[in-house]
Each structure stands twice: as structure tokens, then as C-alpha cells.
């Protein structure tokens, strides 16, 4: 089966995190996220993906240079510009040649939805569209689709006020589209699949919607890709958190030569190379490969790159730190802050929310 992966966006949330690099491939627990997506569609049968891309798009072509992923092979279709998610969907599926019907996923969530489950029940349905559903607490930030019965969409609800509604169905992001649906997507044209598409298709009684309540999250925010990562050392998300880890007595997972001590506490995962002095502190943590975190500094609920370095007596709490960042000796980073690539905090420097380098995409 063919998958269209929408990677294109330039993932503005996330900066400074995505200024040189594009949000799918940036890590989850030591893995890229576009190869998380991919070995979860090869997994129900998906052996060609085509990624729809746009903005730093080598990227994606350099962490794949066998234009494969496994036994996915991969073909790349770079948009001329921002075509919106339907307009996406319809230059990548005419870039490949898809005439048959194929899934299409959005390559910043991560979920365990059946697929294969999710195709049966299209097929037996007749649909000529089927929307991946899940149910969430707070439908305030998203739209709410309800169904029949049979699982038939009937309606497309805009983003209620918050406290007005509870916990309801939302799209989920991924679906299984017959060729037909092409149709309705004229070509280089910017449209929107969940606004203009899905409601025609509604309008004709062909678009179904297949609950599911398996692990999914979107990682567009901080928070949220902060979260998805320590869902995944906590077990949140079934399996483990990367490839080659393993279970400490203690509880918590380490990569090959990871060197730490009774300070570092579970739910945490210490990558490969790095070390953790034996008075400092690790607790509801990835550390990356090779980071270095010295004596009497304190590390919790974050998430650190590879090659990170944590001076002594520092203080990281609830945040995200780049590829070879720094915080100098003494210093606090919290409150949700986001600190670039090699980017270093002075010794001593108190900042809570902050997101450095400020600086604009080029």
C-alpha cells in the first residue's frame, strides 16, 4: 500500500528547534521523527511513502539517501509552494502516479491506530473516504467530527469555546482515500482537505469516521513534543522508547556506554556516551548521546539533544534543549523555554519560557 506523509510544513511552534532543521526530523527519544512514522506504516503493510515536502526539504533526502526507509521505498514531492493539506495531498499523489487507494498521514503525529483495522472497516463501508478519530478531554483546539451509527460523518463541527463541550471525537490526522477523492483537488491549487474536501464528501454520504483509542499525540508545540518523548520512556506509548535501549534495575533505560549513577531517577533515558556526574540529578528525562551534565546539577521533566552540556549546580526543569547547547554553571532554564542548536546560556542566567536564539527563519 502507498502513504502520502505530509512533511512540508515549517514548523513555526517549534522554533528555534526547526530553523535549520524541519519538525519531522527532529528527534523523538533518539530517533528521528519522520523514521518513526515510517516504521509504524510499514508495520500495516505500507511499502511505498511519499513525502510531500516543502520548506528545508534536503533534509529529508539526506537522512535518506537510498531514497529508502527499511522496506519502504520512498519517492519525494517537493511542492513549488504551500498548497495547504489538500492541495498537498493531490501534488504528491499525481507526482507518484496513485491510482489505487492509499493513506495519507500527517508525519508530526505519533500514534498506535490500527491501520490495517482502519482500511477493513473503509472497505466494508464502501467509503470513499475514512477519517482517523480520537477522543480527547479539551476539544476547545480542534474540530469536532460526530458520526452515525455505521460510522458515517455527518457533520464537521468548527473549534467549540473552551468548557462548552467535553470530551468528544476529533480528526486524528490520518486517512484512507480512494483515488476519486483526487477529483475534488484541482491541481496546483491551495485547498484545504479538512475545510473544503471532507465536507463535500460528507455532503454525499461517503466520508466515514473510525474511532480509535490507542496512544496518539500531535507534536507541533513545545509541550507537546516535550510530552510525546517522556510518554515514551514512562510506557505510555507501547514498546521501547529506542532502539538499542535497555532497562535498568533501576527503572531507567540506557543506550550503550551511558554512564551515570543513583541520581538519575526513573521514568529517564540516558543516551549513548552521555554521563551524568554521580551527585547530579536526572528525573522524568531524555538526556541525549554524549551529553555531559556535572556535579550538583539538576535535571527534570526536559528533554536534551545530543551533545548537550549541563554546568555545575545548573538547573533544567520542563524544557527543551538543541543539538550541542549549553547551560552555563548556576544557571535555570524553565517554564517551558527552548534553547536553539550550540546555543549557550551565560553562568548564572535565570529564564523561564525563553526561546533563544530569537531569531526569525531564514
Given amino acids: ?15 528555534p528547534l526547526t530553523l535549520t532543521v524541519p519538525k519531522q526530523v527532529l528527534p523523538i527519544v533518539e530517533v528521528p521523527m519522520i523514521e518513526r512514522v515510517l516504521a509504524y506504516l510499514e508495520t500495516h503493510g505500507v511499502d511505498e511513502a511519499v513525502l510531500s515536502l516543502g520548506y528545508l526539504h534536503g533534509a529529508f533526502q ?36 496513485v491510482s489505487e487507494r492509499f493513506l495519507v498521514v500527517n508525519g508530526d503525529v505519533l500514534t498506535d491506530l490500527d491501520i490495517t483495522a482502519m482500511v477493513a472497516f473503509h472497505e466494508a463501508r464502501g467509503a470513499e473516504a475514512t477519517i482517523s478519530l480520537t477522543l480527547v478531554e479539551d476539544p476547545s483546539a480542534f474540530g469536532l467530527v460526530p458520526t452515525d451509527d455505521q460510522g458515517k460523518v455527518v457533520a464537521f463541527v468548527e473549534k467549540p469555546a473552551p468548557g462548552t463541550v467535553g470530551p468528544s471525537y476529533i480528526n486524528a490526522g490520518t486517512y484512507v482515500l480512494e483515488p476519486s477523492v483526487l477529483d475534488h483537488i484541482p491541481a496546483g491549487e491551495r485547498i484545504s482537505i479538512e475545510r473544503q474536501v471532507f465536507p463535500i464528501l460528507a455532503a454525499a454520504g461517503t466520508v466515514y469516521g473510525f474511532t480509535s483509542d490507542g496512544y496518539w499525540t500531535d507534536t507541533g508545540t513545545p509541550s507537546q513534543y516535550l510530552q510525546a518523548q517522556l510518554d515514551y520512556v514512562a510506557g505510555r506509548h507501547p514498546g521501547v522508547p529506542a532502539p538499542g535501549a535497555r532497562r535498568e534495575e533501576s527503572g531507567v533505560w540506557a543506550m550503550d556506554g551511558a554512564d551515570f549513577g543513583a541520581g538519575v531517577a526513573p521514568p529517564a533515558l540516558i543516551g549513548a556516551g552521555a554521563w551524568v556526574a554521580a551527585d547530579a540529578s536526572v528525573a522524568n528525562s531524555v538526556i541525549g548521546a554524549r551529553c555531559r551534565i556535572h556535579p550538583g546539577a539538576r535535571v527534570v521533566e526536559s528533554v536534551l539533544m545530543a551533545d548537550v552540556e549541563i554546568g555545575k549546580g545548573a538547573v533544567v526543569s520542563r524544557s527543551i534543549l538543541g543539538r550541542a547547547a549549553g547551560v552555563g554553571e548556576g544557571a535555570e532554564v524553565a517554564g517551558l523555554s527552548v534553547i536553539g542548536d550550540g546555543f549557550l ?17 531564514p
Avoid: K, S
Avoid at 502513504?3 to 515549517?10: E, F, I, K, Y
Avoid at 519517492?75 to 495531498?89: F, I, S, W
Avoid at 529564564?351 to 527563519?361: H, K, N, Q, S, Y
Fill in 345 to 361: 546560556v551565560e553562568p548564572g542566567t535565570h529564564l523561564d519560557g525563553a526561546r533563544l536564539p530569537a531569531t526569525e527563519a
Fill in 1 to 15: 500500500m502507498i502513504a502520502v506523509v505530509l512533511v512540508g510544513g515549517t514548523g513555526t511552534r517549534l522554533r
Fill in 62 to 97: 539526506a537522512l535518506f539517501p537510498d531514497n529508502r526507509y527499511g522496506n519502504v521505498r520512498l519517492t519525494y514531492a517537493v511542492e513549488p509552494e504551500p498548497l495547504d493539506t489538500a492541495g498537498a495531498v493531490g501534488f504528491a499523489a499525481r507526482h507518484a502516479g
